[in-house]
């Protein structure tokens, strides 16, 4: 245990001096390879103005998503309708994005008890 201890620390010994050798290199490389993107000048109130502004554009984008949701629900009431027609390669994309969806579910409730598949800890 202590050896292993010690590879570790010696592991992040290593890391450390990698990070403080490069890690300046690094940044400025990914700051101008991104400087497009950046506002100027970089402050605390410029940030809470653009976090403002991403909130109100995500608010605004509110009634778009609506419309395409409603599409959609008129698309699959549509295919709906017209079951007979479908092919099976459609009923087999169906059946699969359910399996899918069923599995996200399982994983969700998996996780909200605490990583167990038995039940919540007691």
Known sequence: MAARLQQLQ???????QYVSKH?????????EQNKQYVKEPA????CNELSKQLFY???????????????EIDYLKNMWRRRQEMKV??????ALFGLECFA???AGEI???GFTITGYYP
């Open 43 to 46: 402050t605390v109130e410029t």
């Open 104 to 106: 996200w579910f399982c």
């Open 57 to 71: 554009t995500r608010l605004a984008s509110i009634p778009g998503r609506t419309e395409t949701f409603w599409k």
């Open 23 to 31: 890690g300046t290199t690094y940044y400025k490389q990914l700051m």
């Open 89 to 94: 390669e459609d009923l087999g994309i169906a």
């Open 10 to 16: 010696s592991k992040a010994c290593q890391a450390t």
């Open 111 to 113: 996780v909200g008890r």
